[in-house]
Structure formats: C-alpha cells, structure tokens
C-alpha cells in the first residue's frame, strides 16, 4: 500500500483508518502488507498494531548510505543510524525491511553514482531483507527539472543500473523496475536498446540470474567513455 509518502505518519494515515484497513485486508486473506515509512513514524507502538494482523514489509526510502549524499544532494532529512534503528526495531518484533536506493541523485557524473550505489547496497545489506534499486527520473514542476532542462542532468544510463546489478553481489535480494525507461525524463541509453536493456533487468529481479544482464549495444561503447571522461567536465553531462 503506497500513500506516496509514509504509511505510519498520524498525519497522512490516522490510526482509526490504519486500523480499519488492516482489519479488511486481513479478512481479505491477504499475506503480506508492504507499506512504506520514513524512519521517524516507525515507533513499536505502530508496528505491534501492524504485525498483529499481518506478515508486513516496511520499505525505507534510504536513497543512499552516505550522510553527506542525503543531506546536500537529496534533502532527505534523516541521517544513516536513524535508517539502522528503525531496522533493528522492525526486526525485533519480526518484520522486514525493504531499502530503497536511488541511481544518480543530482550532483553525481556517472560513475560517482555508480559507486555511490554499489556502497550504499554493501553498507545497507545488514539492515535489509531486500534491496530495491530505483533509477532517478525528472518529475514536472521540480527543481531536478529545471537542471535538465538547461542541461545540467542526465538521467542514469541503463548501462548503468546493469553494472551495479551485476557487480554488487549481495546476500539479500536486489530488485530494480526501471520505470520511465527509455524516455527522455527517465533511465535511457541511446533509443534503440532502451526496451530490452530495460526487461533484462526486470528479468533479473525475478530470477537474481546474472545470465539475464547479458545484453549489448553498440552504445555501450559511448556509456563507457561517459565514465571515462564525465568527472573532467566539471558537472557537465556529455551524452
């Protein structure tokens, strides 16, 4: 259940219509609750109330496991311990943690996202059930958007999210829906491997199959000098 936003704030969900939608889901014989939780609503009172009902998942949109990544490029708002003990109470009473990560917030060339991302799913593995890797796309009406369009931003290269899926080699799950791939606002490559790049990689979160990433394109040549070169162009997107 997605509130865009958290589940557990008072504020968004009150607790009378938290509590009538547990009721109904488990008379609906659901298994699983997924909701998703900034780590200051997650409090033991909320948690007991939810695992009473049912088996739940909380997924923690931690972004990135650096403080300095989550508070000047992201404006998150919480600090990395803040991520860990929502973990540690979440699982003493026998839930489970799904951790967001974001590929490429701005303020990052390419390959500083890339080693952002694969440090950040080392760093998050102790804390995480599953790992879900989600690749930055340009929402209307937000400052990201103003960047791009004086070009100040790219969206991550598909290559991109291959690599860290691919070289990251976790004990948990590590699962990435590419959404917005292959347009001009979200994850892209050069246009025509865009569509299958894009389902080999959600083939790979099925199958956690190294063997599904194996796809190529002549572009990926043009990805791998955007590497190469991007950190000497001062910020400024090559491609």
């Known amino acids: 259940m997605y509130t865009s936003g958290s589940f557990l704030d008072p504020a968004e969900v009150p607790e009378a219509a938290r509590l009538e939608i547990l009721r109904s889901l488990r008379d609906m014989d659901v298994r699983r609750l997924v909701i998703e939780s900034r780590p200051e609503y997650i409090d033991r009172l909320a948690l007991e ?3 009473s009902f049912l088996d739940a998942e909380i997924g923690i949109g931690l972004e990135s496991s650096s403080d300095l990544v989550r508070t000047h490029l992201i404006n998150k708002g919480f ?14 009473l026998g839930g489970r943690v799904k951790t967001y990560l974001l590929l490429k917030p701005p303020g ?3 390959m500083e996202a890339i080693v952002d991302a694969m440090r950040s799913a080392r760093d ?16 209307r009406n937000t400052p990201l958007e103003r960047m791009w369009q004086r070009g100040g931003y790219r969206p991550p290269w598909l290559w991109s999210a291959v ?7 976790l004990r948990v799950p590590v699962i990435c829906d590419p959404v917005g791939a292959g347009a001009r606002r979200g994850p892209h ?4 491997c865009d569509g299958y790049v894009a389902a080999a990689i959600r083939s ?3 199958s956690q199959s190294r063997s599904d990433l194996n796809v190529d394109c002549s572009c990926r040549s043009v990805w791998r000098k955007v590497l190469e070169l991007e950190d000497l162009s001062f910020g400024v997107p090559l491609v």
């Open 79 to 92: 600090k990395f311990f803040d991520f860990t003990g929502a973990f540690d109470m979440i699982h003493s």
């Open 189 to 192: 490559n050069c246009g025509t």
């Open 163 to 169: 690599e860290v899926l691919r070289e990251v080699s």
């Open 108 to 110: 990052l060339s390419e």
């Open 204 to 206: 790979f979160s099925l």
């Open 124 to 139: 998050a593995e102790p804390y995480s059930d599953i790992i879900s890797l989600n690749l930055c796309n340009v929402q």
């Open 49 to 51: 109330q939810i695992l």
